[in-house]
Each structure stands twice: as C-alpha cells, then as structure tokens.
Nanobody, 119 residues
Framework: QVQLVESGGGLVQPGGSLTLSCAAS????????MGWYRQVQGKQRELVAS???????AYGDSIKGRFTISRDNAKNTVYLQMNSLKSEDTAVYYC?????????????WGQGTQVTVSS
C-alpha cells in the first residue's frame, strides 16, 4: 500500500498563486511517477502534470507555462506551483502515484484537494 497526503488547496483570486504538495509513504518503489490530475464535476479527470524519479516531466496543455511540477525524491514528495490561476482552474486536484516494481505496478490516488479560483 501507498499512502498519499495532499495539502495546499484553497481559495485564491484570479491571477493568484497556490502550491500543492503530496507526500507518499509506504511501498514507495524507487522507480515511480508522481503527478497531479484534476477533475470538475461531470467531466473526466485530466492530467495536470507528472514527474518521474528520473526527472522527466509532462504537462497538460491547458496549464503549460503557468504551472510547474517539482519533486524531492528523498522525501517522496511532489509539488505543484500554480501561477496565474484562472477560474477554469477550479477543480478537485488529485495526487497520483505509480510505482514500478520488478513484478508489479502500484497505482494509488490521494483523497483530493479543492482548488477554487474566484474573486
């Protein structure tokens, strides 16, 4: 099992910034990908950003240039710096962990944290 603890969501005005963090514990394989997805009610969950232990990052098209993902491998923690927030960024943000073992792949989700962008 992998436990994911998310923090940093909340209410912010348009144009503002927020930082989300997600810490993984438990069966954290040394080779893994951690990332953030978001979901608006009635819509599919979409990739925001992901970061492998090797340093490869990926970003969703809607947030490129505004959000930055980083991680601290020693702490098994991933961060999402969100700048220039827009009302359409309002969603529940979920942390995702995918661990690659010799004979198995682990896939876990956090409980989600609400981000609301509103004046």
């Amino acid at each position: 099992q992998v436990q994911l603890v998310e923090s940093g969501g909340g209410l912010v005005q348009p144009g503002g910034s927020l930082t989300l963090s997600c810490a993984a514990s438990g069966r954290v394989f040394s080779l893994n990908t951690m990332g953030w997805y978001r979901q608006v009610q009635g819509k599919q969950r979409e990739l925001v950003a992901s970061h492998t232990t090797g340093g490869t990052t990926a970003y969703g098209d809607s947030i490129k240039g505004r959000f930055t993902i980083s991680r601290d491998n020693a702490k098994n923690t991933v961060y999402l710096q969100m700048n220039s927030l827009k009302s359409e960024d309002t969603a529940v943000y979920y942390c995702n962990f995918v661990g690659y073992g010799d004979a198995e792949i682990l896939d876990f989700w956090g409980q989600g944290t609400q981000v609301t962008v509103s004046s």
